[in-house]
C-alpha cells in the first residue's frame, strides 16, 4: 500500500471547520483512501473513505484532488468531542488487505 | 446493531503468565482481524481470518501467541509466558468482506499491562 504523510499536529477553534490534510504521492489506480480516528483510549472510529470522487457522510467530507496525490478530510463544525489523532489510510480492498496506521495527526479542538 | 466487542477490557498479569482475549465481531462480519498498539503509536497489523481460517500473520506474531477462530464467529488471541514487552493495546476488527469497499470496525481493545 502507498505511504501517506500527515501533519504531526493541528489545532482548530470549536466550531469551525477542520481541514486535514494528507499526501500519499504514490498511490495506485486501485487503492483507496480511508480516513479513521481514534479517541483517547479508544478503539479507531471509522470515518469515510474514497477512490476517486469527493465523499460526504454525517461525519465528514472527504475531498480527494484529481491527481489523487493528495486529500483533504473536513470536519465541517469541529467540537471538543473531535480532539482525536486522525489516521489517512491508502490501502487496496483487496481480500483480508490489511490496514497500515501511519502517526496520524492529532487534532485539538479549542474553546 | 452491536458493534465489535471484545474481553477484557483491561488485563494486568505478571510476566510469564499466560493470558487470552477474546473477540466478537459484528454479526455476519466473515472477516476478523487482530492488531497491536503501543503507546503513542498507531495500531500495527497481527493477523487476519477469513471465517474460521487463518490467512495472514505478521513477523510481529511470534511463537507465543496464537490466535483462533473456531466456529467462524468470534476470535480469540492467546499469549504464552508474556513478557513486559507484550504490554500494550489489543485491537480487533471485523470486515463483512462481500462488500466492494471492506471497511473494518474496531471493537474497543483490550489493553494489557505485564508487570
Known amino acids: 500500500d502507498a505511504k501517506t504523510t500527515q501533519p504531526t499536529s493541528m489545532d482548530c477553534a470549536e466550531g469551525r471547520a477542520a481541514n486535514l490534510p494528507c499526501n500519499h504521492s504514490?498511490?495506485?489506480?486501485?487503492?483507496?483512501v480511508y480516513w479513521y480516528r481514534q479517541i483517547h483510549s479508544q478503539g479507531p472510529q471509522y470515518i469515510i473513505h474514497?477512490?476517486?470522487n469527493n465523499e460526504t457522510n454525517e461525519m465528514a467530507s472527504l475531498i480527494i484532488t484529481e491527481d489523487r496525490k493528495s486529500s483533504t478530510l473536513i470536519l465541517p463544525h469541529a467540537t471538543l468531542r473531535d480532539t482525536a489523532v486522525y489516521y489517512c489510510?491508502?490501502?487496496?480492498?483487496?481480500?483480508?488487505?490489511?490496514?497500515?496506521f501511519g502517526g496520524g495527526t492529532r487534532l485539538m479542538v479549542k474553546p | 446493531d452491536t458493534g465489535v466487542s471484545q474481553d477484557p477490557r483491561h488485563k494486568i498479569t505478571k510476566r510469564g503468565q499466560n493470558v487470552t482475549f477474546r473477540c466478537d465481531p459484528i454479526?455476519?462480519?466473515?472477516?476478523l482481524y487482530w492488531y497491536r498498539q503501543t503507546l503513542g503509536q498507531g495500531p500495527e497489523f497481527l493477523t487476519y481470518?477469513?471465517?474460521?481460517?487463518?490467512?495472514?500473520k505478521s513477523r510481529l506474531l511470534s511463537d507465543r501467541f496464537s490466535a483462533e477462530r473456531p466456529k467462524g464467529s468470534f476470535s480469540t488471541l492467546e499469549i504464552q509466558r508474556t513478557e513486559q514487552g507484550d504490554s500494550a493495546m489489543y485491537l480487533c476488527?471485523?470486515?463483512?468482506?462481500?462488500?466492494?469497499?471492506?471497511?473494518?470496525?474496531f471493537g474497543p481493545g483490550t489493553r494489557l499491562t505485564v508487570l
Open positions: 504514490t498511490i495506485s489506480g486501485n487503492e483507496y
Open positions: 481470518f477469513q471465517n474460521e481460517a487463518q490467512l495472514e
Open positions: 476488527a471485523s470486515s463483512h468482506g462481500m462488500l466492494s469497499a471492506d471497511t473494518q470496525y
Open positions: 474514497g477512490l476517486k
Open positions: 454479526s455476519e462480519h466473515n472477516r
Open positions: 489510510i491508502v490501502r487496496t480492498n483487496n481480500a483480508g488487505n490489511m490496514l497500515t
